[in-house]
């Protein structure tokens, strides 16, 4: 089959080029006959599971627009670093104050209630991801689910389902592959989608009060968005823990 033959092709060349900021499940087993699903016989080829780190040391791997930048991510940045750098940088914060129209008095009310944190406090966020591939992969994407629990405007925080426009809807094409999908869910991670959400309350906050979502989200990933938490999470059969 010709899906399969990609997949193994696509599964060879990622051990030769790793994707520095992928950890896949066999890559953690150090099994030699391990596969990218973990070893399950429901699963082979076609279903791959691994944990992506969202660092601000990976940033200059690729350009903002290709993989976006963990350094203006609020999973990573205390909220006071958070804000102070989305604000010099462009990032995801201003750009949903600059889509708010009426958010100023609510922004400077969150800001001077945000936890006082260093601005040098800077984490890495850890999200575990499955990826179920179609027989007729790459003319059609693989089905991608977040293991891990979430706290994000497109994530639906019960399925682990993701709204992407290149990864679940009419931007995907034959010539991407599992590289750029992990590129792509990167840039998903640094870059929510306020306008296309599938935690409509998440997304509100967002563009509302910025502040309080980068709060939110920093306490979320403090405690959820873990290595551990994520490494386990890759190995139960449902995720979401």
Request: include cysteine.
């Amino acid at each position: 089959m010709a899906s399969t033959k990609r997949l193994l092709k696509e599964r060879a060349q990622l051990a030769r080029d790793p994707v520095p900021y992928i950890t896949f499940q066999d890559e953690e087993e150090e099994d030699d006959d391990a596969d990218m699903g973990g070893g399950d016989s429901n699963s082979g080829i076609f279903e791959w599971k691994f944990v992506l780190e969202l660092n601000p040391a990976h940033d200059d791997l690729d350009e903002a627009d290709t993989i976006g930048r963990a350094s203006d991510s609020p999973y990573c940045n205390a909220p006071s670093s958070a804000a102070a750098a989305s604000q010099k940088k462009g990032g995801i914060l201003s750009r949903a104050t600059r889509s708010s129209k009426s958010n100023n008095d609510d922004s400077a009310t969150a800001t001077s209630s945000a936890p006082s944190t260093s601005s040098s406090t800077v984490q890495p966020a850890y999200v575990a991801f499955k990826l179920k591939f179609p027989p007729n992969y790459p003319f059609k994407p693989p089905t991608i689910t977040v293991l891990s629990k979430s706290y994000h405007p497109n994530i639906n925080a019960k399925t682990g389902e993701i709204c992407d426009a290149i990864l679940t809807g009419e931007g995907w094409g034959p010539t991407l592959n599992v590289r750029k999908v992990c590129a792509r869910l990167r840039k998903f991670l640094c870059d929510p989608d306020p306008d296309h959400p599938l935690e409509s309350e998440i997304a509100q906050k967002l563009v509302d009060k910025p502040s309080d979502y980068a709060s939110a989200a920093y306490k979320f990933s403090n405690e959820f968005l873990t290595k551990n938490v994520a490494l386990a999470a890759m190995q139960t059969p449902n995720g979401r823990r």
